[in-house]
């Protein structure tokens, strides 16, 4: 009885550290959002992007805090890859100006192929994408289902209009090549010829 109560705890105390890591990575890109990307105007898709990422992490922290999370292990590693994958590309891209997802006018400050960039094209979305699919994974609810499904949908197409502004830009050549080595959400096992 007292080996069962105590894995219990355990697992409570191991839901909370989950939903702590979550929030934690959520304040990241929050402060990313307004530090690191840089736009003249928060832009309508990015109000849409926020409105299901807060959906989103009530649902987790509601598991994580009140009910119990499903899939654990795979959740976290997912939340915990997604964090550090959103922290090299920090890293990597610090020197560049970047625009949020949806901006009319999408800032080229020249092309990044090091850090996560030399493996795919857009590493913040492979991030968030990472870290709403653990969400959804720890807690099987259909509308956090749904609200990474969505988001998946709409970075996916964010990122499709980010390479068609690069493409037409100063740096198209370049992009064009760049593409042939680096995946758009997952890296290439082989480069094109």
């Not at 109560?5 to 990313?32: D, P, T």
């Not at 922290?61 to 009910?67: S, Y």
């Not at 099987?140 to 988001?151: E, G, N, R």
């Not at 068609?164 to 082989?190: H, M, Q, S, W």
Request: charge should be positive; hydrophobic fraction near 55%; include cysteine.
């Amino acid at each position: 009885m007292e080996v069962r109560r105590n894995s219990g705890l355990m697992w409570e105390a191991l839901n909370i550290v989950a939903g702590l890591v979550a929030f934690g990575y959520f304040v990241s890109i929050s402060i990313a959002t307004r530090q690191h990307f840089s736009s003249e105007k928060y832009p309508l898709g990015m109000y849409l992007i926020s409105a299901l990422s807060l959906v989103g992490l009530y649902l987790f922290m509601r598991f994580a805090f009140v009910f119990a999370l499903n899939n654990f292990v795979v959740s976290a590693a997912l939340i915990l890859i997604a964090f550090a994958l959103f922290v090299w590309a920090l890293k990597h891209s610090r020197e560049k100006k970047l625009s949020l997802a949806f901006d009319e006018e999408t800032r080229i400050d020249g092309i990044i192929v090091s850090g996560p960039w030399k493996y795919v094209r857009h590493p913040f979305y492979v991030s968030y994408v990472l870290f709403w699919l653990g969400c959804a994974l720890g807690t099987l609810h259909l509308a956090s289902i749904m609200v990474a499904a969505a988001l998946l949908f709409i970075y996916a197409y964010s990122a499709a209009r980010e390479e068609a502004a690069l493409k037409l830009g100063r740096y198209g050549g370049d992009y064009v090549e760049y593409r042939k080595r680096a995946g758009f959400f997952l890296p290439r096992i082989t480069s094109r010829n």
